[in-house]
């Protein structure tokens, strides 16, 4: 029996957890830096923004690039899938009431993406 009690208080601080995320990701959010580690370069440039929404789907403009989906969080993972495509998944580095960092690679190269909300 305590066994079971501890599987649900578990699971609740769990289901907590990612809500708080799911809370303080959802707005709109614009790029102050990408890094890439092995070389330093930003990758920014003022062309990233992103919009979570509460109902979980998302738009962004990387570039010239917009892209409209739905994400969802899971083991400190945001996983986002655009129409049409299939789904991307990054590591969430720090998520709080301003700032949303991304660990992630491209071409096998480690890029930290780190944004900014939009008052």
């Keep these: 029996m305590k066994k ?3 599987i649900v208080c578990a699971l609740l601080l769990i289901s907590c957890d990612t809500s708080e995320q799911y809370e303080k990701i959802a707005g709109e959010w614009n790029c102050t830096t990408w890094i890439t ?8 440039n ?3 923004y992103f919009n979570f929404k509460a109902d979980k789907t998302y738009q962004s403009k990387i570039n010239n690039m917009e892209e409209t989906g739905v994400y969802k969080i899971a083991n400190g993972m945001l996983y986002s899938t655009p129409k049409g495509k299939l789904e991307i998944g990054v590591e969430i580095s720090k998520l709080n009431t301003d700032t949303l960092q991304f660990v ?3 071409f096998g190269e480690k890029e930290i993406l780190t944004l900014v909300k939009k008052k």
């Excluded at 580690?37 to 920014?44: I, R, V």
Aim: charged share 20%; proline share 0%; aromatic share 0%.
């Design 4 to 6: 079971v009690i501890v």
């Design 37 to 44: 580690e092995s070389t330093g370069a930003d990758l920014c």
């Design 46 to 48: 003022n062309n990233v």
């Design 104 to 106: 992630m690679s491209r």
